[in-house]
C-alpha cells in the first residue's frame, strides 16, 4: 500500500487530492481485487444478447469467467465457465447457441442450467459418486433490474441490487424507457485495452472538462458541418445540466436537473437526413404521449453515467454506450462496450444511431482514440509520482450546484473508494440527489 493516504479530501479549503500511487502499485491493485471487485455489484450483460432458448455468452466479470445463458426454462442464468472435473475452461466461444456444453479435454457435458450431464465412461466411476455434485458453480448473488444483469462474487453481501444502484435507477430508466419493448444491443461488441490504470476510464467517462480540448477536431468537424455544438453544450462547456451524486459511488453528468435535449440525432444531427429528422420528432411525440413531456425531455436529454466500480452508460446524440473494463495490470486494461438501441424505431433512425456509435464510440472512432493517448499519457506520468504523488479534483468543490465541466463526479467514485479501501467513510459533499418516482412519471 501507498505510504501516503489514498486521498486528501479537505473540505475546508477546499482541495480534493487523489494519490498517484494508486495507479501503479501492484499490491494495490491486489487489495483493489479483493475489497472492491470481489465485493461490489458488477455487470455482466444486457437481456437482449439471451433472445432465444440456450443462447449463450461468455466473458469475464470481476476477472472470473462466466457463461450469460438462456436456460430451456427460459431463465437467465450465470454460470462459471470452468469444467468441475479439472478446471479447465468449458466454453471457449464468445456466444452461440446449445443445449450442451462440452469440455474439451475429457468430454464432460453441461447444460445451460449448468447441470453435468454427460461424460465418457460414467460406469468407471465409484458407487456413491453423483454428477448432481458436479454441477456449474454459481457466482453467490445474480439480479437485474431492467435487463441489466449483474452478479456479486460476496456470498455475504446483504445489499440488494436495487439498493446498491441507489439513484443510478433513474438513469438506467431514462435508457430503458426510450424502448415500448426492451433495449437491444445493437450486433456484437467492440474489444479493446488501453495501457493505463482502470480508474482513469471511470473518471475520463464521466469527465465534462476535457471535452473541448481532447475532442477538438470531433467538435470542429461536426461544426463545420452545420451543428451548433456550443449551443448545445451551455457555450461550450460540457454536458448540459451539471453533475449529481448518485450515491454508492455512482455519479452522473448530463441532464441530472431534468434539462431538455434534443435526442437522439443530438450533436450529430447535421449529418443525418431530413428523413431521419422527422422520424426523430415522430419519436418524441410518442414518447411524450406515454410519459409526459417532462420525463421525456430528460429522456431525450444526454447523460454519462458511472455505476461503481467498472460500469459506464453513455447516452448521447451519438448513440448509447454501455462500457465495462477490467485491469489486467496496474497500467493495463481491457475495455467492452455495445451499442443499446430501441428495436421498435425506423431503420433510418437505427442505422443513424449506429453510424454514430461506430463514428465516434468505436475504437476507431474519432473520441476513443483521443481519450485512449490522454490516458495513455497520463499513465506514463505517473512514473514520477513518487516526486509529485497528488491529482488535484478539487474543481467545483465549493459550488452548490457543480457543473458537468467540475469534478463532483469523480469525487464521488474516488469516496466510495477509499471508503471500500480503507473503511473509511466520509460525509457526501452536495445534497441528496431527489430521485424521480416511476408510477408518479407513468400513471401506473
Not at 498517484?20 to 491493485?29: C, N, Q
Not at 445540466?241 to 443530438?266: E, F, I, Q
Not at 409526459?292 to 454519462?304: A, M
Request: proline letters at 4%; glycine letters at 10%.
Amino acid at each position: 500500500m501507498a505510504e501516503l493516504p489514498l486521498i486528501i479530501d479537505d473540505r475546508e479549503t477546499p482541495k480534493f487530492w487523489v494519490n498517484r500511487a494508486t495507479m501503479v502499485e501492484p499490491g494495490i491493485l491486489e487489495q483493489e481485487r479483493e475489497k472492491i471487485f470481489d465485493k461490489c455489484w458488477l455487470y455482466v450483460g444486457h437481456e437482449s444478447e439471451l433472445q432465444n432458448v440456450h443462447d449463450f455468452r461468455t466473458r469475464r466479470v470481476g476477472g472470473r469467467p462466466v457463461i450469460f445463458t438462456r436456460s430451456s426454462e427460459d431463465n437467465i442464468n450465470v454460470l462459471v465457465n470452468v469444467c468441475t472435473h479439472r478446471g479447465m475452461i468449458l466454453e471457449t466461444r464468445k456466444e452461440g447457441n446449445g443445449r450442451n456444453m462440452r469440455c474439451f479435454y475429457h468430454g464432460w457435458s453441461f447444460n445451460t442450467d449448468g447441470k453435468l450431464t454427460s461424460m465418457p465412461q460414467e460406469e468407471d466411476y465409484p458407487d456413491g459418486w453423483k454428477k448432481s455434485e458436479r454441477c456449474l458453480p454459481r457466482p453467490p448473488h445474480v439480479d437485474s433490474y431492467r435487463g441489466f444483469w449483474f452478479l456479486c462474487w460476496d456470498k455475504d453481501q446483504s445489499e440488494s441490487l436495487f439498493d446498491y444502484l441507489a439513484n443510478a435507477t433513474d438513469y438506467i430508466d431514462l435508457v430503458a424507457d426510450q424502448s415500448d419493448t426492451m433495449m437491444q444491443i445493437s450486433g456484437g461488441s467492440h474489444l479493446y485495452s488501453m495501457h493505463a490504470n482502470w480508474k482513469l476510464l471511470a473518471e475520463n467517462s464521466a469527465d465534462g472538462y476535457h471535452a473541448m480540448t481532447t475532442h477538438n477536431r470531433y467538435i470542429q468537424m461536426i461544426s463545420a458541418s452545420g451543428a451548433d455544438f456550443k449551443k448545445r453544450t451551455g457555450g461550450g462547456k460540457g454536458l448540459g445540466g451539471g453533475a449529481a451524486d448518485l450515491g454508492n459511488g455512482h455519479a452522473a453528468v448530463g441532464a441530472s436537473d431534468h434539462s431538455k435535449g434534443d435526442r437522439p440525432a443530438g450533436l450529430a444531427r447535421a449529418f443525418h437526413s431530413e428523413e431521419a429528422g422527422k422520424d426523430y420528432k415522430e419519436r418524441r411525440q410518442h414518447l411524450a404521449e406515454k410519459f409526459g413531456e417532462e420525463w421525456t425531455d430528460r429522456i431525450l436529454g444526454g447523460r454519462n453515467v458511472v455505476i461503481f466500480p467498472n460500469l459506464v452508460i453513455v447516452d448521447l446524440g451519438m448513440g448509447c454506450t454501455v462500457r465495462t473494463f477490467y485491469p489486467e495490470e496496474p497500467g493495463y486494461m481491457e475495455i467492452t462496450s455495445w451499442e443499446l438501441s430501441p428495436p421498435e424505431v425506423t431503420d433510418t433512425l437505427n442505422d443513424a444511431r449506429k453510424s454514430d456509435f461506430l463514428t465516434f464510440w468505436g475504437p476507431a472512432g474519432l473520441a476513443t482514440p483521443d481519450d485512449v493517448e490522454a490516458l495513455s499519457r497520463c499513465q506514463k506520468g505517473f512514473a514520477s509520482y513518487k516526486i509529485d504523488p497528488w491529482n488535484d479534483l478539487s474543481r467545483g468543490m465549493d459550488k452548490a450546484h457543480p457543473a458537468s465541466t467540475d469534478e463532483l463526479q469523480m469525487r464521488v467514485f474516488w469516496r466510495k473508494y477509499n471508503e471500500l479501501m480503507t473503511g473509511e467513510a466520509v460525509q457526501e459533499e452536495s445534497g441528496v440527489y431527489e430521485k424521480v418516482d416511476m408510477i408518479a412519471r407513468t400513471g401506473k
